[in-house]
């Protein structure tokens, strides 16, 4: 829903804002949250000053799990993506600041009103529909209000770089000449296997190269990590729960559930005193425990006319629409059953739950069995992450810890300080890992929040810095690489002598390959790379002869021999879709550019 929001409420050119940017855009926002984490969180980057907290990042980690965009087993791995895109919106918040751009209060609240999603069946803004929306997608109305000027401030940057831009007729003439464009030719691929004998590489090629390209072998300031992770969700899945605490937990939440209730209403007041009333009711209350029906019943004494015939049905209640008197007794029935006399001060009723919106026991259970687990470790879980605290503190190494909390140690194998995978790579772990005191004092990392439902503890148990990998232990990868380009090379010089050959008249038994017609979009009935040297290729002359030329695809060398280009038919459909890319591209370059300016220039601390 709020995608569908973001997306109504913003022009198409948006949209192209580049990609760091739409993750952030689209799920910025969640006060709710704020009470779990708490109010505190350590820095894991700082943007021209402002820090981003692992609070934040967890905060829009946990927007994009709620808002289905991304699936919960991406969770750990989306977290290193997030922080990428807070820095990059934090950037751009900066250079509107600077640039005095801002959506005034009255602005907003127009743009707002004006979202068909907050629309009644009237079409008119909906006050309780607002909220109820904003609160399925996990925003109060305060940070729903905050992101869209946000957004809306990203857009007049947006449209203003874009209003900046133009393409002269003769240029978009010229660009639709070049998409109506075929060309038919025909070619042959060659392999090693056309070479009449395989490359060989000698020690002298493996040194040269490898002194050429000693930066791509380079190891960067590698560590090794031992850590122990405490686990709430862990705990949760260990702890037993008997079917006691599940049912208890079940008729508690039973109990608050949205029920169908019918009444049987009588007046008090005018001919009929309080007294009167309660004794009518009270034999109304006898004749239901003698086994008459409810239905007849409301037939006979309801004073409420609207449900008398209906056998007293008022629908579906939820609490607090009808007062405390009320909901006290309807939601402290089970279903089928009545109640005494309830007194709402005018009126006497006599209620009946007839239907209870709630799964049955055996369809909670699972449901069930995860949050009496959570509430059952709760305690335990904050002793222990307070244990890890005191423990990991003074101690003078890990095992002793994880022995003690019944937590098991890890051990990484070698990384380096932007390689961390899993739960290595999330936002402040390895920051952690090569800090002052843990990799050059050897103290245990402070306690690391990843999310509510963990805390990690790392230690660094070895260490090598950075170095120019030697020969010896590279020597495979320099020899496969230099194979690679002697084998290009060697099918080159073949491509080329073919060519010469052709140009000469000469007849060569090649395994041609026709190609009719083909214009630049069909890469799928021919690959990519030989159709974009196909389109680089010039004209042949009048005369007819063929224009060759060669294509090079990994280890595969393409001869191509281009017959003839013809200027194609107009497709005005298609013409308006690269009219519109075209457009499209060079926005998207332009806030490219704009972001790459800015991380350029902008004081960004990870």
């Given at each position: 829903?709020?995608?569908?929001?973001?997306?109504?409420?913003?022009?198409?050119?948006?949209?192209?804002?580049?990609?760091?940017?739409?993750l952030a855009m689209a799920l910025f926002g969640v006060e709710s949250l704020i009470s779990v984490f708490g109010k505190s969180g350590d820095e894991v980057a700082k943007v021209n000053g402002e820090p981003i907290t692992r609070q934040q990042v967890e905060q829009t980690v946990q927007r994009a799990l709620r808002s289905g965009q991304v699936p919960p087993e991406q969770e750990r791995a989306l977290r290193g993506q997030v922080l990428d895109s807070l820095i990059a919106e934090r950037l751009m918040a900066s250079y509107a600041e600077d640039g005095g751009l801002a959506i005034s209060d009255a602005q907003l609240d127009q743009v707002i009103v004006s979202l068909p999603e907050f629309h009644d069946a009237q079409g008119k803004f909906n006050q309780d529909l607002f909220r109820s929306r904003l609160n399925g997608a996990g925003y109060s109305p305060l940070t729903f209000r905050a992101q869209l000027r946000q957004d809306l401030v990203a857009q007049q940057i947006q449209q203003g770089l874009i209003s900046s831009d133009f393409v002269l007729p003769e240029e978009q003439q010229y660009l639709l000449d070049l998409q109506r464009q075929t060309r038919t030719f025909r070619y042959h691929t060659l392999t090693d296997a056309d070479l009449e004998q395989p490359v060989t590489v000698s020690e002298a090629e493996q040194s040269a190269y490898y002194n050429e390209h000693q930066q791509d072998y380079l190891r960067p300031e590698q560590v090794k990590v031992a850590y122990v992770v405490l686990d709430r969700q862990a705990m949760a899945a260990d702890a037993e729960v008997d079917d006691e605490a599940l049912r208890k937990a079940w008729e508690a939440q039973a109990a608050q559930a949205d029920r169908r209730?019918?009444?049987?209403?009588?007046?008090?007041?005018?001919?009929?005193?309080?007294?009167?009333?309660?004794?009518?009711?009270?034999?109304?209350?006898?004749?239901?425990?003698?086994?008459?029906?409810?239905t007849d019943l409301a037939a006979e004494y309801s004073d409420d006319a609207a449900t008398k015939d209906k056998g007293g049905d008022l629908g579906v209640v939820v609490k607090g629409i009808f007062g405390e008197a009320f909901d006290k007794s309807a939601f402290s029935l089970q279903e089928g059953e009545v109640s005494d006399i309830v007194d709402t001060g005018d009126t006497l009723h006599l209620?009946?739950?007839?239907?209870?919106?709630?799964?049955?026991?055996?369809?909670?259970?699972?449901?069930?069995?995860?949050?009496?687990?959570?509430?059952?470790?709760?305690?335990?879980?904050?002793?222990?992450?307070?244990?890890?605290?005191?423990?990991?503190?003074?101690?003078?190494?890990?095992?002793?810890?994880?022995?003690?909390?019944?937590?098991?140690?890890e051990q990484s194998d070698w990384i380096a300080r932007d390689a961390g995978e899993g739960v290595l790579g999330e936002p402040g772990v390895m920051d952690q890992a090569f800090s002052e005191d843990v990799l050059n004092n050897g103290y245990n990392s402070e306690v690391i929040e990843l999310d509510d439902d963990r805390r990690m503890v790392l230690r660094i148990t070895d260490h090598r810095e950075a170095m120019t990998?030697?020969?010896?232990?590279?020597?495979?990868?320099?020899?496969?690489?230099?194979?690679?380009?002697?084998?290009?090379?060697?099918?080159?010089?073949?491509?080329?002598?073919?060519?010469?050959?052709?140009?000469?008249?000469?007849?060569?038994?090649?395994?041609?390959?026709?190609?009719?017609?083909?214009?630049?979009?069909?890469?799928?009935?021919?690959?990519?790379?030989?159709?974009?040297?196909?389109?680089?290729?010039?004209?042949?002359?009048?005369?007819?002869?063929?224009?060759?030329g060669r294509a090079v695809d990994g280890d595969q060398v393409t001869l191509i021999a281009l017959e003839s280009v013809t200027k194609g038919e107009a497709n005005e459909q298609m013409e308006g879709y690269v009219t519109s890319m075209s457009r499209r591209l060079d926005a998207q370059a332009m806030i490219q550019g704009l972001m790459e300016y800015l991380r350029t220039t902008g004081d960004i601390e990870r």
């Open positions: 829903m709020l995608q569908s929001i973001r997306e109504r409420s913003q022009s198409w050119i948006a949209k192209i804002i580049i990609a760091v940017l739409v209730v019918s009444h049987i209403m009588v007046n008090v007041g005018g001919d009929r005193s309080r007294e009167q009333a309660e004794t009518e009711l009270a034999e109304v209350k006898q004749r239901l425990e003698e086994g008459e029906s409810f209620l009946k739950v007839t239907q209870i919106d709630y799964p049955s026991f055996e369809e909670s259970k699972d449901e069930l069995r995860d949050q009496v687990a959570q509430q059952q470790i709760e305690r335990a879980f904050n002793d222990k992450a307070q244990q890890l605290i005191d423990e990991s503190f003074a101690a003078e190494d890990l095992k002793s810890v994880a022995d003690d909390l019944d937590l098991k140690l990998l030697p020969l010896e232990e590279v020597q495979e990868r320099v020899t496969e690489a230099v194979r690679q380009d002697k084998t290009r090379d060697a099918l080159m010089e073949m491509a080329a002598k073919l060519a010469e050959q052709l140009k000469d008249g000469q007849e060569l038994d090649l395994s041609w390959q026709a190609a009719s017609n083909i214009t630049r979009q069909q890469t799928s009935q021919v690959p990519e790379a030989i159709v974009e040297t196909a389109f680089q290729l010039p004209h042949p002359d009048e005369a007819g002869s063929l224009v060759y």
